[in-house]
Structure formats: structure tokens, C-alpha cells
């Protein structure tokens, strides 16, 4: 069964991964300057007050210990308790994930839609020279306008002239799709553009490369129409990089999420994580930060998996050692 | 010096007599990218626009002949406020990249070169700092160290190490593999002068080519995180801090968000259409059309 153990293997890989992300996180909270105890309690603590910390949390405990024992609560979905509401952090990550789950859904479906088509268009045009330049600089302009800019610019126009779409004010989808639509809209275009973008430049590469196959070669020479030879030759076979782009926008999309958030006050994870920052609350970091990182690695699985269905001459390759 | 190096260098690298050279667009992006890093630099040392922390008039004016870019709130002038700006961001992002540069290069021809178990420790510490997005971990590098500078150097180091090693590693396993450096082993040459000589020599072009996009990815961090108020503190300026105030006022005075955001996407947009220029010279590819 190579089959199997390329899965097996896979997903082991992405737990070592995973068990690397979570002691980097681990040891950058435990080895912060100050202590965990001055993080907790503040600077005028007294010694006794610190001893009781340390035995409540186990502080005194080998760091392995101390490790070990964090993963097993989060296993457990037990993310600790933030250290300013003393509210458990669980309960609200599982409260605002929705709000962050449909915004990457939303910018994610657009930069599919609007991506591709366009990334095939400018490879197959790539020959006609002012076109390309402007492609070139419309792509460029693309990935050169980061969230915070568009974002606020947006924030801007839509605020002073009232053209429908709300700044903030968010709405649960369940409770009125169309108000939470209208608020969702600029945020999710914000970050769709550097999605597009992303996805767009893919697609073109990955078209021109399979555009000097010699297939392509026989197809043109059989008379096949331009848009004959894209569909059924190039559009397939030019699939693989765009489904792995669809990671790295995964990851480009959970941090967009912190930018766009706080722009335009969404309760999503992403402001969460902000505002813990900003109040030094480092329970909610720390799970934060874990769970943006778990969802990249399992995107990539995904991916992985996908790109296995898609082209099964990859998948006997990385089963056969290869790749 | 060159006659006794197997490598052929002339495949790759830049510069050089005789060769084509990049396209007018990405010449311009140059042009636009030098010519900024050239006001922030100048601009600063000859204090052009007076002192950017001097208050030099009424709260927020608009653009007008005596403020070329408007006042903002607490009546400073922006234009030597938008250049020490640009001269922060540019200098933060770019002494990363070089760190980046020097990190990724060497642990990319060594992973990729010696392959193996080498390759291997390379390959998940990448893995494992890939696997934080990057504001995220940039966001994760601030409630460590604290917010400020070193936290926005240290982020853009960490975002873009992953990326470039990557490239870097699989580009020297690829040259790896090629006959002159075989035969500079059997030559005898020593791993030391293999790795300079042959392998670094071969992916400088890569290097320059991710070392581009790495600024791109510097200034968009360091702005992200200033953004968040997490990367360098008012009252130091940065493209990042300015567009953060700009938009606090963007409502009474737009010029404050436009002035920085325009010259932010200006640089972003050089380095962008340079950087696709750099890779389409150095590793060209075939285009075709389908009639």
C-alpha cells in the first residue's frame, strides 16, 4: 500500500510541523523578558504573591513538564483562561471564528472567480505588448497596495459618501444576511484584492508554462481555436499550482484578517489577537497564534491531497519517492 | 582570477558586456525606487521641509503652496514628516533583507548542496516558521519583544527567511547536480570553494531576484505591524505610523492618508514591477500564442 504510507507520511510531517509551531509558541511566552509571573501579576508584585502564581500554574515544574501539560489541555479544547476577563478563551475563539471563517470564505471565492480567468487571459495574450505591460502593472499594483492602505481608503470613501455599504456595524449572517452582507463587503474586498492578485500571477505562470508543451504545439498546428486549446488542453494541466496558491492565500487571508479586523471593527479572531496584544493578555496569543498557524498546515494537507486527485501523475511521483 | 573557475557564470549573475538588458519599465521602477531612496536619504540629512517634529502652524491644513503635503493634527508639516518616513521604512525593511539575504543564503547552498540530514534540519525549521502567517507571526514577535523597531527588524527577518531559503535551497540542488561541479570534486577542490565559487556564484540570481520581493514583503510588514501600533512608535515616523494616523483624521483631512499611502504604494510598486523585470531577465521563460 505505497498509497497509504505517502499519507501516512505526509500527515506525520505536518505533525512535526505543527509540534515545532507549538514550542516555538510555547517557549516565546515562557522566555519573554520580564517572566511570566511580571506578565501576570505586574511589576509591584510581591514575593508571595509571585510563589503562589508559580504553584497554581506549576511554574516551578521542568519546562518539558510545564509543555506538556499546556498541549494536553489544548487537546482537550481547554485554551486557558484570558488573563484580563478570566473569561475561558475557547468559548470566544468558537465565537468569533464565524465572523473570520466567512470573511476568508467571501475574499477566497472572489479571487477564484475573478483570478483565474484573468490569469489565462494575460498568458494567452502575453505576446501583445502593451497589453502585457499593462498586465504587468495592473498585477503589480495588485500585490503594491497592502490591506491597511485600501483599507482605510475604503473606510474613507464609504464613510463620507453614504453609497450603501456599511463601515462596521457588523450584523450575525443569521440574524439579517443583508445588513451582514453590506458590512462584510469592504472588508472581504479588501482582502480579496491581494488574493486575486496572488491567484491571478499563479495561473498566468502556470498556463504559459503548459502553453510550450508540444501538445499545445500539435493542437495549434491541427487548427484548434484559442479557446478550444485553453479549455481542453491547458486548464487542467496548469490546475496543480493554482490549487497550491490556494494555501498560500489561505495564509495571506488569516493575516489580512488581523489587518482588516481591527480597520473595520469585525469581532473576529484576528481583532481578538490585536487587542490581547495590545492589552499584554498572552493566553489569548498564544492560542491565537497557534490556531492561525494549525489552520495554514492543514490548508496544505489539503492542498496536498487535492493536487494528488488532481494530477495523478504527482501523486505516483511523491508515492514513488520522487517529488 | 576567472580562468581556472569551472562554473559557467555567464549563465547567470548580473551585469556584464553584450547581454540584453532589462526592460524599460522595470528600468523606470529602478529609477522611481533610487530616486526615493535618494530624497529620504538627502532630504534628511539636508533637512528638506524644515524639522519634521517642529510644530509649524495650524492643525490639520490642507495642501497648499506653503504645505506641500498639509499640516497634521498637532500642526507639523508632512513633507519632512513623509520622508523621515520613508527614510525609516526603506532603512528598516532593507537591513532586514540583508540579514535575510545573508540567513537564507547560507543556509540554502548548504542544505542544498549537502542535501541529507542537513537538508532535512533546513527544511523543517522553514517549514515550521512557513507555517505562521505573516502579520501573525510578526504580531507574535511584538507581544515577545516588546513593540518598537527591533520587533518590526526581527519580524521581517523571521517572515522572510522561509520564503528566500526555500528558493535559495532548491536552486543550489539543482545546481548541485550539474557536471562542473562534479568535476570540481574530483578536481579536488575543497566544500568551502565549491559552495563560493560554484554555488553562490550560480544562484546570485535568485538571490537578487527573491532578495527583491523580500523588500517588498519588508516594507508590507513593517507598515502592517506600525499599522497595529505594534512596529516603530510615534513619535518616530514610518509609512506604517503616518497611515495609521492619517486615518484617525481621514474624515477632516484625507491629505494625511493619501500623501504617505501614495508614496508607500509607489515604493511597493517599484520593487514589484523591478522584481518582475529582474526575474524575467534572469530566468526567462518561453511565451507563445495560440494562433
Known sequence: MRFASWWIGRVASAAGTLLGVSVLIFAAVRFMPGGYAQIVLGPFATPGERAALAARYGLEDPLVVQYGRWIASVGRGDFGTSLLSKEPVAAELVQRLPVTAELAVLAAVAAVLVGVPLGVLTAVRSRDGGGAAAGRLASGLGVSVPEFVLGSLLVFVFSRYALGLTVGGYVPFAADPGANLRAMALPATVLAVAATTAVARTTRDAVMNVLTEQYVTAAVARGEPPWFIVRHHVLRNAAVPVVIVLTVITASLLGGALIVEYLFDLPGVGSYIVQAVGRRDYAVVQAGVLLAATVFILMNVIADFVVGVVDPRLGAAARNGGV | ?291
Not at chain 2, 529609477?31 to 528638506?48: F, Y
Not at chain 2, 548548504?110 to 501573525?136: Q, W
Not at chain 2, 504580531?139 to 531559503?165: E, K, Q, Y
Not at chain 2, 477632516?252 to 511597493?268: D, H, I, Q
Open chain 2, 1 to 291: 582570477m576567472g580562468t581556472r573557475t569551472w562554473s559557467p557564470r555567464r549563465r547567470t549573475g548580473a551585469g556584464g558586456a553584450g547581454r540584453r538588458r532589462i526592460d524599460l519599465l522595470s528600468r523606470a521602477a529602478l529609477a522611481c525606487l533610487v530616486a526615493l531612496a535618494a530624497v529620504a536619504a538627502l532630504g534628511q540629512a539636508a533637512g528638506l521641509g524644515g524639522d519634521p517634529a517642529e510644530i509649524v502652524g495650524g492643525r490639520l491644513l490642507p495642501p497648499g503652496p506653503e504645505w506641500w503635503l498639509g499640516t497634521d493634527s498637532l500642526g507639523r508639516s508632512m513633507v519632512p514628516r513623509v520622508i523621515e518616513g520613508v527614510g525609516t521604512t526603506l532603512l528598516l525593511s532593507s537591513s532586514a533583507v540583508l540579514v535575510t539575504a545573508a540567513l537564507s543564503t547560507l543556509l540554502g547552498i548548504v542544505a542544498g548542496y549537502r542535501g541529507g540530514a542537513v537538508n532535512e534540519a533546513v527544511l523543517r525549521l522553514v517549514d515550521v516558521l512557513y507555517a505562521f502567517p505573516s502579520i501573525v507571526l510578526a504580531v507574535l514577535v511584538a507581544a515577545v519583544i516588546g513593540p518598537g523597531r527591533t520587533a518590526a527588524l526581527a519580524s521581517i527577518v523571521l517572515v522572510t527567511v522561509p520564503l528566500m531559503t526555500r528558493v535559495v535551497r532548491a536552486a543550489a540542488a539543482s545546481v548541485a547536480r550539474r557536471d562542473y561541479v562534479t568535476a570540481a570534486v574530483i578536481s579536488g577542490a575543497r566544500t568551502p570553494r565549491i559552495l563560493l565559487r560554484h554555488i553562490l556564484v550560480n544562484v546570485s540570481g535568485t538571490v537578487a531576484v527573491q532578495g527583491t520581493y523580500a523588500l517588498s514583503v519588508g516594507i508590507l510588514v513593517e507598515g502592517g505591524l506600525s499599522f497595529l501600533g505594534l512596529g516603530v512608535q510615534p513619535p518616530e515616523s514610518s509609512l506604517g505610523v503616518l497611515i495609521q494616523q492619517g486615518g484617525v483624521y481621514m474624515v477632516a483631512a484625507p491629505w494625511l492618508l493619501l500623501g504617505p499611502g501614495v508614496v508607500l504604494v509607489a515604493a511597493m510598486l517599484s520593487i514589484n514591477v523591478f522584481g518582475d523585470g529582474l526575474r524575467d531577465r534572469l530566468e526567462p521563460r518561453e511565451s507563445r500564442s495560440l494562433t
